[in-house]
């Protein structure tokens, strides 16, 4: 038995913020920000008042409507965040309120930028084992509430959204691969928000110090990214009998273009081939992943291979291959993340 992706949905905020209102902001410029990272703008939304739990609730909305799924259907629900709404309760308990998941579980998963890639992985266990049918998979960043817009290193790079995905159980030959997934402790200083958890509490002096703010070591956490991205790719490949030539399309974590590009020639795979929608969001952290395959997904074909691989805060890192399966059928009417009317059945004629 195999877990395969049978329908996605993403969800962005409407507020964009450029790199020319950053350059407003700190001493940075668009030009310098468009070459070191490959970023143009990124949603933010705090500005809207949203939180993590939103937008994964937004992201999951648009799947249920995209492919009309009856949210009973749902056996439980994985959401990937670095950024919960709440430190208690969970995020998850929130989302399956506003999903209307209630024949299921949910809980939530910190994996930093690994986040959904790890969350992708338990849930086809799950369903690998028999036990569950069908799990929705949701990763979700607020990013815009940690990072420190008076710290040009960060402000940069991050932006806010969702995107998820249904797994379902099948006995064809599609799905979800071997992956392989690694963490260590070796970046647990190079890539952190020093306060606000058990060690550091909150206090006066934690806000005075900014400490409630992402703080990075850019450089070393960018060559870091590299390496393990291109190595453990290579691993996910060769334990799953793949070649690089087999691979029709990777889909990796956006954190910096330069590191795609970077883990793109390691790996002797033509950047064509390589999805990359960075310059519209940023770093979302848990939903890059899944925006990338919900702004693709019209690309990705039956029996496909798809290599996708992340790294992420801890270090954590990991990469897994997926052969495309059959997705769900559309809903006649279908609807944009942010609710509008895109297509009518009519337009199927
Ligand atoms: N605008 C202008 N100059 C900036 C800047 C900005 N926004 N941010 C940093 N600089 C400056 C630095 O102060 C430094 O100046 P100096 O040489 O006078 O000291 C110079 O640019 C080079 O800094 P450096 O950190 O070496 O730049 P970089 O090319 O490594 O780019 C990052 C910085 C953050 C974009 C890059 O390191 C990166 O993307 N790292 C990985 C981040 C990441 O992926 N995080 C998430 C992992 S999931």
């Known amino acids: 038995m195999n877990a395969t992706i ?14 020319e209102m950053i350059s407003k902001m700190v001493d940075t410029t668009d030009e310098w920000i468009q070459k070191r990272t490959g970023i143009e703008e990124r ?22 409507k995209t492919y009309e799924i009856d949210p009973l259907e749902i056996d439980g629900l994985v959401l990937a965040t670095a950024t919960p709404d709440h430190l208690l309760t969970p995020t998850a308990s929130k989302v399956c309120e506003l999903s209307g998941f209630t024949n299921a579980f949910g809980f939530d ?3 930093a930028c690994s986040g959904f890639l790890y969350a992708l992985e338990m849930a086809t266990t799950m369903i690998e084992s028999g036990r569950y049918k069908k799990v929705v998979v949701v990763g979700a960043d607020t990013m815009s509430s940690i990072v420190d817009y008076e710290d040009r ?9 969702a995107g998820a995905v249904l797994l379902e159980k099948t006995d064809d030959e599609f799905g979800v691969m071997k992956s392989i997934l690694r963490t260590d402790g070796s970046g647990t200083s190079a890539l952190y928000v020093p306060a606000g958890g058990s060690k ?13 703010f992402i703080k990075q070591e ?12 291109s190595s453990v ?6 334990t799953n009998d793949l070649s690089v030539e087999d691979i029709d399309w990777v889909v990796p974590h956006q954190a910096n273009l330069r590191i795609i590009k970077a883990v793109s020639e390691h790996l002797n795979i033509g950047i064509e081939k390589v999805k990359v929608n960075i310059h519209k969001y940023g770093n979302t952290t848990s939903a890059t992943i899944p925006l990338c395959l919900w702004d693709f997904k019209n690309d990705f074909k039956e029996g496909q291979n798809i290599l996708i691989t992340t790294f992420g805060a801890g270090f954590s890192w990991g990469a897994t291959c997926i052969k ?17 009317l895109l297509k009518h059945d009519l337009m199927y004629q």
């Not at 705090?46 to 609730?57: K, Q």
């Not at 290193?153 to 959204?161: E, K, S, V």
């Not at 495309?324 to 609710?339: D, F, I």
């Open 233 to 238: 790719s290579q691993d996910a490949l060769a």
């Open 43 to 64: 949603r933010l939304a705090t500005s809207e008042n949203l939180s993590t739990s939103d937008l994964a609730g937004a992201a999951i909305q648009n799947l249920l």
């Open 218 to 229: 850019g450089a070393f956490v960018f060559k870091k990214a590299v390496e393990s991205m």
């Open 153 to 161: 290193n960060t402000c940069i790079l991050f932006g806010d959204g």
């Open 6 to 19: 049978t329908a996605i949905g993403g969800f962005v905020p409407s507020y964009v913020l450029s790199n």
């Open 200 to 212: 550091v509490p909150a206090g006066m002096q934690s806000i005075l110090h900014r400490e409630h």
């Open 109 to 111: 998963l910190n994996g």
């Open 324 to 340: 495309w399966g059959v997705m769900r059928a559309l809903k006649a009417v279908q609807y944009s993340a942010n609710g509008e």
